[in-house]
């Protein structure tokens, strides 16, 4: 088998047929800022609200800005500033990136572990980005994936083989290309840097046999249901946080 139909394999073991999470991620994402176009249409944004909101609007619909999470307790922010994104394009490369990291991931690890790693890349990235520029409005998903590819880059190198220096690589690509994507269009390094060193330090230590994996299953399980309900809650503060203030 060639290079070519071995890379053409591997993109369609990318798919997101069987691979719940990032599904119900992605649906998230793109239903959040469905939202948040309409409500800028509302007020006669038009265009802009699609293509570059303002702070203001993204902040109203979930943006980190730490002032407001230091001085007003709105710690829901640290979540949900991963769902709310910056334009179409923005949304489009992150989505796309999801989609091409997280079914691999997910297949490999199960949804368990990789909502346990997206939630902990999340938090650290914004931490960064606290340490970074404090006073900034930052959004999107991408910290949470470079968490992922941070991840995938560590544990595929543990795996090694030829299987797994293949997936290693492949990621590591990824992390390349977003990296001079973020370059480009002035993206939150920060937070991508804090995500994928977040990440990779899971990834160095998280279970690789079968057997390791089965013994922290039940633990993997209990995280990751925490995770899911303070994502849950942090989104449901959105709107909560409109009729507080």
């Known amino acids: 088998m060639n290079a070519y139909h071995r890379k053409q394999q591997f993109f369609l073991k990318s798919s997101l047929r069987g691979n719940t999470l990032v599904q119900i991620l992605i649906y998230a994402n793109l239903i959040l800022f469905t939202l948040m176009v309409l409500h800028g249409t509302i007020l006669g944004f038009g265009m802009q609200a699609i293509m570059r909101p303002s702070p203001q609007l993204l902040v109203h619909w979930g943006g980190q800005y730490w002032p407001m999470v230091l001085e007003n307790g709105e710690w829901w922010r640290c979540i949900t500033y991963a769902f709310t994104h910056g334009g179409l394009i923005h949304l489009g490369f992150n989505m796309v990136v999801l989609y091409q990291v997280g079914p691999l991931l997910e297949s490999e690890i199960g949804w368990t572990r990789l909502l346990t790693v997206y939630t902990f890349a999340t938090l650290i990235a914004t931490v960064a980005g606290l340490f970074w520029h404090p006073v900034t409005v930052v959004i999107g998903a991408s910290g949470a994936i470079f968490g992922l590819i941070g991840f995938s880059v560590s544990y595929y190198h543990r795996v090694g083989g030829s299987i797994g220096i293949q997936r290693r690589n492949f990621m ?54 925490i995770c899911a309900l303070i994502t849950i809650v942090s989104i449901a503060f959105i709107p909560i946080s409109w009729f507080i203030s």
């Open 172 to 225: 590591f690509q990824w992390a390349l290309m977003a990296f001079i994507f973020g370059f480009i269009v002035g993206a939150d390094n920060a937070a991508h840097f804090g995500g994928a060193i977040a990440g990779a330090a899971l990834g160095w230590f998280m279970p690789v046999s079968v057997r390791d994996q089965r013994k922290t299953e039940k633990l993997f399980k209990g995280i990751a249901i």
